[in-house]
């Protein structure tokens, strides 16, 4: 262990802000990446899911209609 | 019929109309005048002027001699009230490929108080249904050109305020249902006091107050 | 030898096979990203020593050297991937090229920001024309043509062929590009400010830099797999596995 | 005015439906800007002294290059046909087609630009002056663009005419614009040169538009 | 071979026909480089050291500019429609293409740049590799550019988003020429850049022509 | 007659083709051949898949399922060789609007060994006599259409190397006798042996060997 106290790991000897900084910006840019692709997944799935439904509820209507006269 | 086409008085006269391009005239001392109930029909070879005659009495090339008038007065003097009651379909459809046909018809009836209802109603009166929300690019010739057309569909629905029409060549590209729907669009709307300038090689045979003016033969 | 990979390769060309083996890979990557991540980073944040002429700010380097690493190497890939695409018409692998570049992308731009923080209190600026710094901003562009391109072509298809063809040609400029930037750079200017190449390193700051690098290939490697799923997803609704998923 | 406002909207949803249309033009100002010190020199305090120029010379070519597409689609589907047959007035929407440009290519650089400033190693007392001269100073660029650009409209490989023909216009705002940063960074005042550009923003506002519909006009000679 | 030869006729016809094609380049290029000293620092002195460097960046500029309606127009009428469907060479068309648009850009602007060198004040000893390097590095730069501007040619406003593509490509050409052209003016050889710049050359006549053709086949998808 | 198209054996045939559009099955399982003296007609509604089926008849689609063969070979295969022998005119006229129709048409015909005096007849054959030094951008509508038309006058002079024609809506702003004079053409080129694919909305009934394949409705 470098430093002795956490106020000192956080200091980072003068340097905290630069080195805190990179670091931020970088877990922004991966938490973006790997949120981005797992919301985007609940959307797909919800809207194919939807889009399924509606399908499925379409056909049978027609299946419906189609009835008496078949 | 329709409050906004029975409220008009369409009276647009053209005298002595005389145009040249490049040396050729094209037509010399025309004259014409417009009344409401009226469909006039341009008919022509092709380079017989038609399409120059028609921008001209839309008001969109000032370059003739002659005199036209709307309502009286010089077309010119009066251009933006006249504009306000003539909506003109040229051979461009003014859609932007990126957006979808909704979008493309909120725009280009802007000038117009349309719900938004109106406009997926007339959407799917020109057999767009299914396609509002698909980007033009991704329609075929015929669906694109309906897309335009839809406006006169709207106009149908006593919401576009547009007593004269003027169409060129807008039978392009449209399958035998869609030319049926328009022929009985344009007899209804002058059925209805509406009146309509047109461009065709198409004969229109069962509208009643049918008037062509056949431009001469150049060839 | 030869018929096992051209079964791998039909199997890696199916997307319900990659679909279904990666469900088994996705919790062992996370894991080892995960484990990799927070061991690396404690090693490397407290555990190292401070290097005797920067101090601290050099810690910034279990990020910055993984990140610029990776985002070099991720352009090679996605140009393979983009050449298999439009060599043998695998679906496959246009998806995994056009998921690689935001990542490759975002890699870069952590490698130049993460840099650029880093250059302040080394070098008292935030940027300097140094030749690696050019070449790495070169390298961001090339990633955003990629990108622009894709987005702007009409279909789906034309744009995964468009960006694989740029991707190829930016492949064989990249050792061009490079080469003229090191040349250009050490013609141009003294070396006044130059990234510091110490030959050695001190094996307690060694260790944690390589567990990082490792983790962020496996990392990488996970991105790239969810949001190929997610292409999957996407593509093959209308297949009845898919179908299945989607109803569960 | 209500076909002026669906233009202004229809550009804003075609500008998000593509956004290259104004990310292109950011990424063009980086990449100028960037040129520079590979073509010339990469030494530092060279970049510094010439930074603000290089920074206003590229910012000046990004509106350049994106004023081409301006009318230019308009007028090749008909939108601009549509326009004139709807008898509104052209004037309102020059301002208003103005507006959007300037939205989506101005605006960005002008928030881009320290970025640059710092990758030129500009001096820290000149990026209130940078910001300052860019906010007035790109209104006005795009304004004379869109005269250019409705002048072009209807040729073919207009983009280089129109640099042809608006370049020269540009120049004056250049020059102040320049001097201003440049001012600043060494200390002195740059009032008045903003007070110049805030002129030309007032004079642009009340003109071009006049010329603008007037060149629009000329398309219809057909 | 036919459609090519033809093909390379009517480009040149084309030019004939609306000089603008060729003229706007060169005016572009005088334009740029008349901007710099505008806005950065008209001393005589300043302006020599970096005329090459300057020179060389206003050349790249306005090729890029001109490379936008290289295949852009072929594609909205039609044309390239039919070469697809004349089932000829793509390769040679590609090769051809490039030529013609060397023909009526960089070889103007090769010709031109003399007069450049005179207004930014060029020590006298780096005209000749000014031209050199012109000659053999304007060819590249429209062989590069035709993959881009084959790239986005079904794009709309692509102008920009062709430069975004091929900006990155050109720097070590842009590179090696500037530092040629400096490298002269304080009396070194160049022999070495010229060198890398024939190699390049040589590299991206066999190549481009590849990528292009396979970029032109993309506008079929429809 | 003519020695180009009597020396050819057409035989274009697709087995079990198949393309969808985002989703929607255009065509499916269709299957079709092509023979000297045939003419196909692809009819149906705008957004039928007319123009997107004659593009992978053209081979410059390549975006389907299914077998396409030309003489018993893959088209793709030999697609120069197939490139050689067929015409095809699209939507797009593939005019540069700065050039004459004479320039034009030369560039259009370059493939083929025409000497200058036949590129005027066929000028002069589909009416464009006066206009061939007049830039295309000053032509009417239909005036231009007829300059790509001047390749099927060319064809039947005998220099047009081309059996088989694949034409996209060949009679939009054509005038009546423009209309009258395509069908003679077509008519003449099918009786010498030749073939043609057409999409059009128009019915071509004077055509003896005529077949017409009707794209599934959507609507
Ligand atoms: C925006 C600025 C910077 C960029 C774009 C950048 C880019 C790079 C690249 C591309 C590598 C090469 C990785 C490899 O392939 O091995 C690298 C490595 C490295 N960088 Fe940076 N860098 C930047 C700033 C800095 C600064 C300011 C420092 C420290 C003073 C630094 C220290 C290092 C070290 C120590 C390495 C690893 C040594 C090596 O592999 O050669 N970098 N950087
Ligand atoms: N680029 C494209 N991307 C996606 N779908 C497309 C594309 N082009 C056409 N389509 C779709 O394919 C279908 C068929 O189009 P096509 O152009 O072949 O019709 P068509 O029969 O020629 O109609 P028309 O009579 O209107 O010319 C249409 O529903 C259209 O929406
Ligand atoms: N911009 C122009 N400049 C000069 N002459 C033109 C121009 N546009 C058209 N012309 C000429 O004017 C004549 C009439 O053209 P116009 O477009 O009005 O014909 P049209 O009757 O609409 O023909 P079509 O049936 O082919 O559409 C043609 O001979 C054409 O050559
Ligand atoms: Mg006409
Ligand atoms: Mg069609």
């Known amino acids: 262990m470098q430093f002795d106290s956490f106020a000192e790991f956080i200091a980072m000897g003068r340097h905290g802000f630069y080195v805190w900084l990179a670091y931020g910006l970088s877990a922004l840019i991966i938490m973006y990446n790997l949120l981005a692709p797992l919301l985007r997944r609940r959307q797909i799935i919800r809207e194919q899911a939807q889009r399924l439904r509606r399908e499925r509820n379409r056909s049978s209507q027609v299946e419906n209609n189609d009835a008496p006269s078949a | 019929m329709t ?188 059925e209805s006091q509406g009146a309509v300038v047109i461009t065709s090689h198409h004969a229109l045979e069962n509208i009643a107050s049918l008037r062509r003016l056949e431009l001469g033969a150049l060839i | 030898m030869w018929q096992w990979l051209v079964r791998l390769y039909h199997r890696l060309g199916s997307p319900k096979w990659f679909y279904e083996i990666t469900e ?115 390298l961001l562009f090339l990633y955003f043509g990629v990108m622009a391109l894709h987005q702007a072509m009409e279909t789906e298809d034309s744009g995964h062929k468009a960006s694989a063809i740029l991707a190829l040609v930016g492949l064989v400029n990249i050792p061009i590009i490079k080469y003229s930037v090191d040349w250009w750079n050490t013609l141009h200017q003294p070396a006044t400010l130059k990234l510091t190449e110490k030959p050695s390193m001190d094996i307690d700051m060694l260790i944690p830099l390589l567990i990082m690098i490792v983790t962020t290939y496996t990392f990488f490697a996970l991105l790239v797999i969810l949001r190929t799923r997610n292409e999957i997803l996407l593509h093959e609704r209308k297949r009845s596995w898919v179908k299945k998923i989607l109803e569960s | 005015m209500s076909l002026v406002l669906a233009t202004v909207k229809r550009d804003f949803l075609l500008a998000a439906r593509n956004p290259g249309e104004w990310l292109n033009p950011l990424m063009f100002f980086l990449m100028v800007a960037a040129l520079f010190p590979l073509a010339v020199d990469p030494d530092p305090k060279f970049l510094g002294k010439i930074a603000g120029g290089v920074i206003w010379v590229a910012a000046l070519l990004a509106t350049l290059l994106s004023l081409d597409a301006l009318f230019k689609a308009d007028v090749e589907d008909g939108s601009l046909e549509q326009w004139l047959a709807s008898g509104e007035s052209l004037y309102v929407m020059a301002l208003g087609k103005a507006l959007v440009h300037w939205c ?105 538009p006049f010329a603008v519909a007037a060149a629009l006009k000329l398309n219809l000679s057909r």
């Open chain 2, 3 to 190: 409050a906004a086409t029975g409220s008009h008085t369409i009276d647009l006269q053209a005298r002595q109309l005389c145009c040249e391009r490049d040396d050729r005239v094209l037509f010399d001392n025309l004259g014409l005048q417009l009344k409401n109930g009226e469909l006039l029909q341009l008919a022509g070879p092709n380079g017989a002027g038609k399409t120059t005659l028609l921008r001209l009495l839309a008001g969109l090339n000032r370059d003739y001699q002659g005199e036209l008038l709307w309502q009286g007065r010089a077309l010119t003097a009066v251009y933006s009230e006249y504009a306000a009651q003539r909506l003109y379909m040229g051979h461009l459809a003014a859609l932007k490929k990126t957006l979808t046909p909704i979008e493309n018809l909120r725009w280009l009836t802007a000038a117009w108080a349309v719900g938004e209802d109106d406009l997926w109603r007339a959407l799917d009166e020109v057999q767009l249904y299914g396609y509002e929300e698909t980007p033009c690019m991704q329609l075929s010739a015929g669906q694109q050109r309906r897309v335009g057309l839809a406006r006169l569909a709207l106009a149908e629905r006593g919401v576009g305020p547009c007593p004269l029409w003027i169409l060129d060549e807008p039978f392009t590209a449209l399958d035998k249902a869609g030319v049926a729907w328009l022929e009985g669009r344009l007899q209804q709307h002058v």
């Open chain 4, 104 to 208: 989506i290519s101005g605006l960005p650089l002008t928030l881009m630009a320290p970025v640059l400033g710092l990758m030129l190693n500009l001096p820290a007392d000149a990026y209130a002056a940078l910001l300052a001269s860019l906010l007035i100073g790109t209104p006005v660029l795009s304004l004379l663009g869109a005269v250019g650009a409705a002048l072009t409209a209807g040729v073919r490989s207009g983009g280089l005419l129109l640099s042809l023909l608006i370049l020269p216009l540009y120049i004056p705002i250049l020059i102040f614009a320049a001097s201003a940063v440049y001012h600043a960074s060494i200390g002195m005042a740059y009032n008045g040169q903003l007070g110049f550009l805030g002129a030309l923003l007032a004079l642009a506002m009340c003109l071009t």
């Open chain 3, 24 to 138: 088994k890979w996705i919790p062992w990557l996370a894991l080892v990203s995960l484990v990799g991540g927070v061991a690396g980073l404690i090693l490397g944040l407290a555990y190292a020593p401070a290097d005797y002429q920067q101090g601290n700010s050099f810690r910034i380097i279990y990020i910055h050297v993984p990140a610029a690493i990776l985002a070099q190497s991720a352009f090679m890939m996605m140009a393979v991937a983009g050449a298999v695409f439009l060599i043998w018409r695998m679906k496959m692998a246009a998806w995994v090229a056009k998921t690689i570049a935001p990542i490759g992308a975002s890699f870069c731009l952590i490698a130049l920001l993460t840099g650029a923080i880093w250059g302040k209190p080394t070098w008292g600026t935030w940027w300097v024309w140094d030749a690696r710094l050019t070449s790495m901003l070169l």
